[in-house]
């Protein structure tokens, strides 16, 4: 390996207060801290190089401390350029992880530093939204040899392994943590479900109470949000492509209308698709004077912004996060977080307690890529074992205790000749 650049962070001076934000983090991840201390003793990860492009937080940083008392060497990178921690990141730095992340990174300077990671020659990639992947792939294909499997975090990045997958492009195995029960079910849902909210109000403090509150996409994350805005007395309105999932959100009681009719009713506009284009021209026209649209998906594609600039006729910033378009119709549009994940560019990202189980099985499934021998280059699953582990070390942090079934009720479930009695 040639000379590499040991970090680059907005201000190594922030690693005091950063340390504060990631000891507060990790008290409230107890499986995390579970892991950690048995890696700390076991080193399962000696010597291994890990190449990490995950949102730079206070959580992330919990997680990087575990992976590194398994004897890793970590390198690490923002997996977008609104959502790093430069505080955490200072910190990351003072204890040898070789971060390059700050916050407000160009799009030049987002791929410069995941080829800073990638220089590192990691033997796992740890990623969230596949940017860290699709580079490997494309640009830096000579640092492929040296990779032995990684992990993906999101919805997102997993639809983009899966198509490469199909496209027979893939050149190692990665587990889809995205897909753990113990993630999707709490990270998706309940996480972006509260932090979503959190980074609206901290952007805008409007009242959601009684407004119109429109949510694009009612998979995980719009069922977690469509939830929580209710729960703050909002109307919520939810939009679909999915009929099923149109239907559930019909039965869950929320209003379920094409996004052209809610365009003209809707306060505040969230999407949350993992889809490209969706709110777009045609329904920036029809909305209300002074709606408010965000964004919670892994892109900055689904508000289409090069629409809101066209309509637009002026826009300037009025509060951090909080851009108003002037349109030429006569209407305002504020736009959250220049249309990244709000959630993240706007708040802290989700709480830590759900950061808790989608990094235990991160540290886990790294665990287990580095000890396994035989994948083939394919999406793969995370491992039933780790994901009910997972569940079990939550629950037991929780003080709760569950049933086990008896051995007459594991045979009764495994037999098919009992019937009607
Ligand atoms: N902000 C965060 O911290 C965070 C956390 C988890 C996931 N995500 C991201 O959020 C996005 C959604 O993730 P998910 O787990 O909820 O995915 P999901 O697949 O469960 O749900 C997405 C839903 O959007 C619907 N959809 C697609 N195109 C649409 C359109 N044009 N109009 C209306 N609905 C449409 C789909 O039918 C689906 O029901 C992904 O990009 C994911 O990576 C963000």
């Not at 040639?2 to 680059?8: A, D, I, N, P």
């Not at 204890?95 to 020659?121: L, P, S």
């Not at 000579?142 to 198509?163: I, N, Q």
């Not at 051995?407 to 009607?420: K, N, V």
């Amino acid at each position: 390996m040639t000379h590499v650049l040991e970090f680059k962070v907005k201000d190594p001076a922030l690693a005091e207060q950063g340390n504060l934000l990631i000891e507060w983090a990790s008290a409230h991840m107890p499986v995390l801290s579970q892991i950690r201390q048995r890696f700390e003793k076991e080193k399962p990860l000696r010597g291994a190089t890990l190449g990490a492009c995950l949102h730079v937080t206070k959580e992330t940083a919990v997680l990087v401390q575990a992976l590194k008392a398994g004897g890793a060497k970590i390198a690490l990178c923002g997996s977008n350029p609104l959502s790093t921690q430069d505080e955490v990141a200072a910190a990351l730095a003072k204890i040898g992880v070789n971060v390059y992340a700050w916050r407000g990174e160009t799009r030049e300077e987002y791929y410069w530093c995941v080829n800073k990671v990638i220089d590192h020659e990691p033997v796992i990639t740890l990623d969230d939204g596949a940017d860290l992947v699709g580079t490997l792939h494309s640009k830096r294909t000579e640092a492929l040899r040296a990779v032995k499997g990684g992990t993906e975090e999101t919805t997102t990045g997993v639809v983009r392994l899966r198509a490469m997958e199909k496209a027979k492009a893939l050149k190692y195995p990665i587990v889809a943590v995205n897909d753990a029960y113990t993630k999707y079910l709490f990270d998706n849902r309940y996480g972006t479900g509260q932090s979503t909210i959190d980074g609206i109000l901290r952007a805008t403090n409007v009242l959601l109470a009684g407004k119109n509150f429109v949510v694009c996409g009612y998979g995980w994350g719009g069922r977690g949000l469509a939830a929580r805005a209710r729960g703050m007395g909002a109307h919520v309105v939810a939009t679909e492509v999915n009929p099923v999932r149109a239907l559930e959100a019909v039965m869950d009681g929320f209003q379920v209308m094409s996004l052209r009719e809610a365009a003209r009713i809707g306060d505040i506009f969230v999407t949350v698709t993992g889809d490209t284009s969706v709110i777009r021209k045609e329904h920036m026209t029809q909305m209300k004077d002074g709606a408010v649209i965000a964004n919670s998906g892994h892109f900055n594609v689904e508000i289409k912004i090069p629409d809101l600039d066209s309509l637009a006729s002026s826009k300037r910033t009025l509060r951090p996060n909080l851009e108003e378009y002037r349109l030429r119709n006569g209407k305002k549009i504020y736009l959250l977080a220049e249309g990244r994940l709000v959630n993240l560019a706007s708040a802290e990202g989700h709480p830590s307690e759900v950061m808790d189980m989608s990094f235990a099985n991160q540290a886990l499934c790294v665990e287990y890529l580095m000890k396994s021998k035989k994948l083939e280059s394919k999406v793969y699953d995370v491992p039933k074992e780790i994901d009910d582990k997972v569940a079990r070390l939550k629950l037991k942090s929780m003080g709760i205790r569950i049933d086990n079934l008896t051995l007459e009720q594991e045979r009764y479930i495994a037999s098919w000749e009992e019937g009607t009695v």
